[in-house]
DNA sequence: CACGTTTGTTCACCCATTGACCTTATCGGT
DNA sequence: ACCGATAAGGTCAATGGGTGAACAAACGTG
């Protein structure tokens, strides 16, 4: 009945291993390959260099383009003013006035929602603050429906929503649409998608979740493509997500590894010392004993209620402020080193408050990476701090429902031309 | 002038996701498909029911099956004796008498040489005690070679070897043919690939260097396979290759993921207690120093002459070993629980001499792994004794080679047809 | 203004899959 | 022994989709 979590496809291998490639599917995969292009070129494109890039014929790519026009996936845009020989090309660009995701987030301390299209930019966007510690999913379900409707509502007739996305600071049941266990909402076994399915804001919109973390790292793949990040070295690396909880997500090629059932990247219980203090999740050790934000608060002495900026402030008169984040920079630098000997990745990005805190952790963090990872010797190890702003998981989620439109555009167009 | 070390393309996504799909790519992709469905197929095939695994019409897989049976990838076997009505179809086997792949092995204690075909077979292995604790590689490579030679040379005259890789217990360069580092050879910057080219046994052969971990991985997914493993499930697990160095791989649907420079997987050096014992890497606390070999000799009370079997023989009698072996597992359970933690499978293969330690080995290791990882509780982890034999790093060389000839059966056919 | 250069478009051609139809081979029932 | 039913393998014209050559359009240069 209110199964409607499925349904996009991840953007990875477009003719699946599994699956034959018919006649059909070349074109299926051409298409997508060319939309991805137009979505994540760095800068200025046109069907030639398009055609260039992909090892396309001008006719074929020229062909690929017209269908994604008339789909109103990609919009074409005045003639490019070139100062070299040669008919100019019309520049092409994700349209903006098409499809767009719903990106939803649940944070432990605010609801945040945000429609993103294609190029990127933000067509709408809430925020509510509320505490959300061993809170009721029923009542979090309809604020966030209250809020997301408010922005729906407000959207141009021409928009599209592709689908939702909402972002959870949990382990999820893969493809079911449920929560198995947020440790700080003290939900367990929650069906999230059920619940907003019912809201009057989200009727007929096909829902579904993702980790927070995963979703932020996304969002933050994106951020750097934008800023000329392109490369593949770029668009791989581990992403920290530093909070109460200390989530993470290892991205390679701007894509996040879920994993077997999407439980990949829990850094924040990666062991420091295995006869450490004794951990929420019931080890003992475990990163977010050390550097989780509440524990850098207990041992700067600070209370719980301390805000970010007060923590900053502090840190220049306090010597018991500058050793908490210096032991906690410590334990990150053992985690992370731990980390990138296991997976190998050259770049770490600091995100949540570890982005603000980024100055006082980073060099205790390079210190440990520096003597703990193998590789570090031929490829030096690069922490730098998140570029995605404010609610990165909303605007990661919004992207989640655009790339299952970019991985298939043919599924979107057939959805849509003859509804 | 010595590059040959390229060549061989991963068996990943075949279109691959930048270049774009022509119309013979099609073929290429499906090609591949069914090479891989022959060749990994848990039962008898035929003609129709590759067709319907795959998706393909029964004329198309037909045609295909043609192709490969030609090109002798693919052997035809006797009719399917069934019960049922209707016309049996021809088995359908991977060729054992055409194509091959060289696997060549280097470990700190023997050489080891092995011919794999296609079916899996063994079509020729040799063997050669030897310490290279602080050897020559120039030395190495030549005694390789000789070994290599001595197996090569008394093939079947129909043997076609697609190429060789070797297998060396070190960080390589990826791509380049050169070990940036292998600690318990003493080797760092040697161009393997150059000096093996030159050996009279291996010339016009094209030689790719492999991690022995990602090597003896990718045999035991090959076991497990055989052994009715195909499942994904079953095709993901952690492989830990445990001697007097620790490596490890990670896989993931039967492909060892190598990370951004193929160095991914070196569980050998998580950290167990960030003030523990200073380990060779530089670092303090690694795995390493709990539960490489040496050590838990060491910790026995035993020389570093010991071998597993007068270990295994001691056990039973001196508590101390035992003692020995119950710090090693805690210890590599903590490991364990940290690197399931961070890339979520839930399976844990013990291979190396844990292989042969396994009863005493296991029990501290899933007591570890029970309350240390997050996902444990919805997803129980099992750890299990590897299934490939000895010398699994030769097995999984050649089918590494193999692997490339079955990701791109069109270049094989196209390379071989009109030489 | 003629020429070279690059972009976008058109169209006949080619390649690989498709699907209908046929043949072959076995089993079950009469 | 014969006749359907069932299923596998093969044949061939049709179709879908990329290819490449040719061409027109739009811009710089001399």
């Known amino acids: 009945m209110n199964k409607r979590g499925g349904g996009s496809s991840r953007p990875g291998p477009l003719l699946s291993p599994v699956g034959a490639a018919r006649q059909q599917s070349l074109r299926t995969h051409n298409l997508a390959l060319v939309l991805r292009a137009v979505v994540e070129a760095p800068g200025p494109l046109t069907r030639a260099r398009i055609a260039g890039a992909l090892g396309l014929t001008r006719s074929t790519a020229s062909d690929l383009v017209d269908r994604l026009i008339a789909a109103r996936l990609v919009d074409e845009l005045e003639p490019e003013l070139v100062g070299r020989a040669g008919r100019p090309g019309m520049l092409l660009a994700p349209h903006r ?22 190029d990127g930019s933000s067509l709408g966007e809430a925020r509510e603050a509320g505490d959300h510690r061993a809170s009721d999913p029923a009542v979090v379900a309809r604020s966030l429906g209250r809020l997301a409707a408010q922005v729906v509502t407000q959207l141009p007739a021409q928009i599209e929503l592709a689908g939702a996305c909402v972002s959870v600071p949990a382990l999820l049941r893969s493809g079911s649409g449920i ?64 909070e109460v909880g200390i989530g993470g997500a290892i991205v390679v090629d701007g894509e996040p590894a879920r994993g077997q059932h999407g439980w990949s990247g829990e850094i924040g219980h990666t062991v420091i010392d295995r006869s450490g203090p004794r951990c929420a999740c019931g080890a003992t050790g475990c990163l977010e004993q050390y550097a989780g934000l509440d524990v850098i608060r207990r041992r700067s002495g600070l209370s719980l209620e301390t805000t970010v900026d007060q923590l900053l ?26 980390t990138l000997n296991l997976v190998d990745v050259e770049r770490v990005v ?63 167009i057939a959805g849509h031309s003859h509804p």
């Open 179 to 242: 929560v198995a266990l947020a440790p700080n909402l003290a939900w367990s076994g929650v069906d999230l998608v059920a619940l907003l399915c019912e809201q009057p804001g989200l009727r007929a919109l096909p829902i579904e979740l993702g980790n927070d973390a995963d979703l932020s790292a996304r969002a933050e793949a994106r951020a750097r493509a934008v800023a000329g990040g392109t490369a593949r070295e770029e668009q791989s690396f581990l992403y920290i997500a530093g």
């Open 313 to 338: 402030d502090r840190e220049r008169r306090s010597i018991r402020v500058r050793r908490s984040l210096e032991w906690a920079s410590a334990a990150i630098g053992v985690a992370v080193a731990t």
């Open 350 to 412: 600091l995100g949540g408050v570890y982005a603000r805190l980024f100055d006082h952790l980073a060099p205790g963090i390079e210190r440990e990476v520096r003597s703990r990872v193998l590789a570090a010797r031929w490829a030096p190890v690069e922490v730098v701090a998140a570029l995605a702003g404010p609610d990165s998981a909303a605007t990661g989620a919004g992207w989640r429902v655009l790339d299952g439109v970019v991985a298939d555009p043919a599924r979107w």
């Open 97 to 118: 006035g098409g499809v767009a995701g719903l990106g939803l987030e649940i944070q432990v301390d605010h609801l945040a929602v945000r429609v993103t299209a294609l």
